[in-house]
């Protein structure tokens, strides 16, 4: 029985070769698309999984609002680790990791390029799951001076040499390192990725009690099962006891009056697998880039539309050609065949179909899987080949897509009545038409949804890309590395200045837009201590101002002339407004912390630059200030067409200083580009799927078209013979199907709109969404279903109506 069942499965696939074609190419794109995606999540979702004792590491954070400031912290205070470790039974180990930057290495004299470095407490490899590749995880770091190098750093070093006991110079910092172990290379799913890990003991400031510096991340083990909420509970004890004497020395009020007047400060626990998608951190306060949990949901649910909308094509393209089905069915019946194994037979199509789209759409995955890595700056792999687990989870997945595509067509095919199908006629009822024509509008609610997200996506990278940012980000050239030829760069700032394609040059590593240093400190104004809150610094020359293109709106800028200006200082308005002066500021003191004591330098304010983006245009414009101090790097504005030639010589002087560090460079506008490569892969990874999901919906669109049209068949030719034109017959064939598309509309306007208004909740400078997005997405909509209608219907409008009236 089930070897007949396969035959007549595969004559009917063969005999109907465009819908079978068609049903296969869409379940396999549909499936393709939903196996990347989830590779996407499943890859997300496995930050940090790795540790072996993942679910039982918190990292602590610090909070607080101070003086209408929101404070947010990944990094707390040197002694925190320690203090809760002897303070909380509860907390099992207490560790902390310190980064520090991208040193150059030397190795016997030679020099190697950046590697990342950081410093950790001895037992930070037995917290986290690090194995070692040689020496002893328990006293590899215990003693200062020594150092955990990666594999892949060991091999680049060192060749097949063993490196333990050898010697790394870094040369940035001057300092000697012996080499105590090698640990493997560190996972891709990981929240930190360094290449050199210095024992903590090396490092003087980590062993100061000062809690008003926050540089250390810092990682608790707590037992095993218990609820980290209930340690949260008692951390303001820990404010209380460490940091209330000193918001009392330093603001001269207590920790109940700070707090009364809406201030707060506070740790705060965050788990070890939240750190990665579930972090609101600023990008200098975390040790890398985070993701985003809103688009691993997002892409989770295009994932299941698109399996669906697969799935709705298989059965609208089953059912468009149940027509030719009809005489079977009857036949069938008559002769015997109970509704079961009629069901059993469309099923067994359906699985056979299935798996051909199955494979077809496990090649697809191989072939664009690369593609999508570059896209997305991944790794993701699907080897499935040497994995039992995995090979049984893509059988039972087909199995389920083909039940889900297949029962309704099966039990819509088997439910035909013989004396009806024998005369070769189907009479659709009602209900079977609702629900072909629901289906169609849930295939084009979604794609409405993402016609309109992918546009607003795109609307907002337009408005970051247009913004005025309040500096020139065009024709500036970055040296950053210029601070590694000692002295010399003071002489190369000069031969640059002389170079007529040369408008200006400043000598700053302080940058609105990529890599920069960053500088905060406290600050009060006049005589108000009780004011104190955090300003970011910049160090910069008298020619920052000009070179950036930036506007003073208020007072004058640095003079060269003036040694009294190492004492003054250029605010931004946004400073100016906080602190109540407006555009009053010029003339008033601000009084800097210098240090972790209580020390103070005060300014003299000469004058306010115009506000500024300094920072993503997802935070707003933070208070500002810049002072006259000596910084590294330069920076040049170009005026010149010939920035090809103007490198050139750039490099040439460069080389004549005999450096072994290589000329590096980088242009703003691309540094600025790179602040929003996320979101630039984002958009276009939603219009590749959004694509995707149209054609796809398209397909059942076709299936659902053509289904009407052959049961239509006679009435057209009637209409025809009673004088009916080719237009006529056409908006009547696609008058039912716009009606779908603008009931889709009509649902999925407010769904976008909702979702999007989420979105663009995270950019502090965002669009507003527009009525034309609406109507370009609705409009766009309705071309694409008339497009997809539009050959069914031309082919059934100019059939011959002799023909069509001789169908029975």
Known sequence: MLRNYIKIAFRNLLKNKVFTSINIFGLAIGIASCLIIMLFVQDELSFDRFNEKADQIVRVVFRGKMNGEFIKEASTMAPTAQTLKNDYPEVLAATRIRSYGSPKVI???????????????????????????????????????????????????????????????????????????????????????FDLFGSMETLPEAKLPTWLASNYHTYLVLQKDYDYKKLEAKLPQVIDKYMGPLIKQGMGVSLSEFRKKGNDVGLFLQPLLDIHLKSDFSNSSSLEPSGDIRYVYIFGAIALFMLLIACINFMNLSTAGASKRAKEVGIRKVLGSVKAELITQFLLESIILTFVALVLALLL?????????????????????????????????????????????????????????????????????????????????????????????????????SKKLGYD??????????????????????????????????????????????????????????????????QIDTQYIPTMGMQIVLGRNFSKGLT??????????????????????????????????GGTKSYTIIGVVKDFHFKSLHEEIAPLMMVLEESHGLIIKVKTKDIAGLLATMKTEWQKFNSDEPFTYAFVDELFNKSYL?????????????????????????GLATFTAEQRTKEIGVRKVLGASVGQLIALLSKDFLKLVLVACVIAFPLGYLAMSLWLQDFVYRINISWWIFVFAGAGAIAIALLTVSYQAIKAALMNPVKSLKTE
């Open 107 to 193: 190795v016997n004299e030679k020099v190697f390029a950046s590697a990342s470095f950081a410093y950790v407490d001895a037992n930070f490899f037995q917290v986290f799951t690090l194995p070692f590749v040689k020496g002893d995880v328990k006293t590899a770091l215990i003693e200062p001076n020594t150092i955990l190098i990666t594999q892949a750093i060991a091999n680049k070093y060192f060749g097949n040499e063993d490196p333990v006991g050898k010697t790394l110079n870094l040369k940035d910092k001057n300092q000697l390192f012996k080499i105590t172990g090698v640990i493997a290379d560190l996972p891709v799913n990981s929240h930190f990725h």
């Open 365 to 465: 995955v191989k072939i664009s899987l690369p593609s999508f890595n570059n896209l997305s700056g991944k790794a993701l792999d699907f080897d499935f080949t040497n994995n039992p687990l995995i090979i049984i989870g893509i059988l039972s997945f087909g199995l389920l897509v083909s039940v889900l595509a297949g029962s309704y067509p099966a039990f819509f095919l088997s439910s035909f009545k013989p004396i009806s199908v024998l005369k070769g006629t189907v009479i659709p009822n009602r209900r079977g038409i609702s629900f072909r024509s629901g289906l169609v509008v849930f295939q084009f609610i979604i794609s409405v949804s993402l016609i309109l997200s992918t546009t607003i996506v795109y609307q907002q990278l337009s408005y970051i890309q």
């Open 473 to 538: 980000k065009e024709q500036l050239v970055v040296l950053r590395n210029a601070y590694l030829l000692g002295n010399n760069e003071a002489i190369l700032k000069t031969q640059l200045e002389k170079d007529p394609r040369v408008a200006s040059v400043t000598a700053s590593a302080f940058l609105p837009a990529g890599p920069t240093d960053t500088n905060m400190s406290g600050v009060y104004p006049d005589e108000k201590m009780e004011q104190n809150r955090r300003a970011i610094i910049y």
């Open 564 to 597: 009294t200006d190492s004492s003054n200082v250029i605010i931004n308005e946004t400073m100016a407004k906080t602190l109540g002066w407006g555009k009053k500021a010029v003339g008033h003191i601000i009084n800097r912390f210098t240090d972790n004591n």
């Open 678 to 702: 996320s979101e630039q892969k984002t958009g276009t990874i939603l219009s590749i799927f959004a694509g995707l999901t149209i054609f796809i919906a398209c397909l059942g669109l076709f």
